[in-house]
DNA sequence: GCTGCATGATGAA
DNA sequence: TCATCCTGCAGCA
């Protein structure tokens, strides 16, 4: 979620107003790209994980980086398309290439809708935390999958998750509904400070002061608080990682 | 040149 | 829950 919020403001610097220029250099996209180049970029909007580009006169431009997709920016004139560029998108200020995208494609406003209606409230866009926090409250799935839903809140991945939970040492396996409106709520403001830092910075990091660490317990071996043993697990289909004496 | 791995999501079973 | 898709890179032979 934070990449895809740097991402929108980015691209938006760059060309928001501008006739864009778009190929697919792989060839993957070549009919989305014909179909929206020369189009005016009308906004630029980030949901989530969802980045939406408006293209007056065409259909929008969805793109979800998923596990692997990268954008990069390319100062002009640009390097020839190294590897699979899916799409290369051109502006007047710089040169965007995407790569190993989950989605890349043209949505009608109907389909717009319809995406942006499955997904659950961001909180790095400042949406309404209330459908989250309640859905959290009723539910008696585990909160680590929960916050990884993007169904119920939207913008969290599986590093945040990690972090979040040990920030507020909640055991990730608690049932949502056990837990308090205060962890609820204190749920959607660490995310929406973590994302938020993540986003002003590019990287995400989550502590401050240590030498050579930037993250409490993900993909760590040992505890930042306690010095304990990181415990590993698949939880929702993802690698957890979280302190069993810290979060209880 | 192979294997495995990664901050994700989907559709079938 | 599982297989599948997307890409690049590190580690190995």
Not at 42 to 56: I, N, R, Y
Not at 183 to 203: C, I, P, Q, V
Request: charged share 25%; aromatic share 4%; net charge positive.
């Amino acid at each position: 979620g934070h990449t895809v919020h740097r991402l929108a403001r980015r691209i938006g610097a760059d060309g928001l107003g501008d006739r864009v220029g778009a190929s697919s250099p792989q060839g993957r996209f070549s009919e989305g790209a014909a179909a929206i180049d020369g189009a005016a970029l009308t906004a630029v909007e980030a949901a989530g994980k969802h980045l939406l580009l408006e293209l007056d006169g065409a259909q929008a431009l969805h793109v979800h980086l998923g596990l692997f997709g990268r954008m990069s920016r390319l100062a002009t004139p640009p390097r020839a398309p190294r590897g699979a560029v899916r799409l290369r998108l051109r502006t007047r200020a710089a040169v965007w290439d995407l790569r190993g995208p989950t989605a890349c494609e043209l949505l009608d406003p109907v389909a717009q809708d319809a995406l942006l209606a499955r997904i659950g409230p961001d909180p790095l866009r400042g949406d309404d935390p209330e459908p989250a926090l309640s859905r959290i409250a009723r539910s008696g799935r585990a909160v680590g999958a929960l916050i990884l839903d993007q169904r119920v809140m939207s913008g969290v991945g599986n590093v945040y998750r990690a972090e979040i939970l040990f920030a507020l040492r909640i055991d990730p396996h608690r049932p949502g509904r056990d837990l308090s409106s205060t962890d609820r709520e204190a749920m959607w403001e660490t995310a929406a400070e973590m994302l938020a830092a993540g986003e002003r910075s590019g990287r995400i990091q989550t502590v401050t002061g240590v030498q050579r660490r930037r993250l409490a317990v993900y993909r760590q071996r040992t505890c930042l608080a306690c010095g304990g043993e990181v415990r590993r697990e698949d939880l929702a289909g993802r690698p957890l990682h979280w302190c069993p004496a810290c979060q209880r």
